[in-house]
Every structure is written in structure tokens, then in C-alpha cells.
């Protein structure tokens, strides 16, 4: 019923920063959160940053706290997360989910986009 599509992603340099989109097809309810998570090869798939759906609480895994913001317009079910300052570490495919609460692990989502490729390197 929901389906959700990141976009994006690319190569960039060490200290550049993007902009990731999530477009959300389909209905969000104000108790829902959406969230990013990435999974680098051979790694397990990691919480990057959240937000509930309808507030602009937000948590952050500590590792991209500072560097990372999560952001949403309701109106348009869109969902993006600037990241500045990219280092090497952030490389990964990035996805968006949609959960029943905007929390930090992935067994509380149940929505997921297919990814989009962030590559940073000199």
C-alpha cells in the first residue's frame, strides 16, 4: 500500500555534503515516524536518523549526530536528510523506511524504499 522511493544519492568527495530524498506514495498516519538507515557491503544495516510524522522530534545515531538533519514536508509526503561534512565511512546505500513510530531499530519499521547509493571518496 506504501512505497517509498530515495533519491539522491552519488559520489562525492571527503567534506562535501548531499541531499537525499524519500518520496512516500501512500498514506502516513500521524503516529507513524519515517527513518533512514544505510548498510555498507559486508556490514550490518545501520539507523542513520528518524523523525516522528507528526512532530519534528528527531533522534540521530551518534555517528552522523551533528552532521546529518532528517526533515519532512507532510503536505507533499516527502522526507530528506542533508548530510554535510561526508566522510569516507559514510559510504553505503542509503534507504528510507516507514515505521510505527520513528524509532531506532529496523524491526519497528515495516515500509522500505529499494536504496540509493551515497559513495564518498577522494
Known amino acids: 500500500q506504501v512505497s517509498l522511493v530515495e533519491s539522491g544519492g552519488g559520489l562525492v568527495q571527503p567534506g562535501n555534503s548531499l541531499r537525499l530524498s524519500c518520496a512516500i506514495d501512500g498514506r502516513i498516519l500521524s503516529s507513524n515516524g519515517v527513518g533512514w538507515f544505510r548498510q555498507a557491503p559486508g556490514k550490518e544495516r545501520e539507523f542513520v536518523a528518524a523523525?516522528?510524522?507528526?512532530?519534528?522530534?528527531?533522534f540521530y545515531a551518534s555517528s552522523v549526530k551533528g552532521r546529518f538533519t532528517i526533515s519532512k514536508n507532510n503536505a507533499e509526503n516527502m522526507v530528506y536528510l542533508q548530510m554535510n561534512s561526508l566522510k569516507v565511512e559514510d559510504t553505503a546505500v542509503y534507504y528510507c523506511?516507514?515505521?510505527?513510530?520513528?524509532?531506532?531499530?529496523?524491526?519497528?519499521?515495516?515500509?522500505w524504499g529499494q536504496g540509493t547509493q551515497v559513495t564518498v571518496s577522494s
Open positions: 523523525i516522528r510524522w507528526s512532530r519534528t522530534s528527531t
Open positions: 523506511a516507514r515505521g510505527r513510530g520513528g524509532g531506532t531499530v529496523a524491526y519497528e519499521y515495516f515500509d
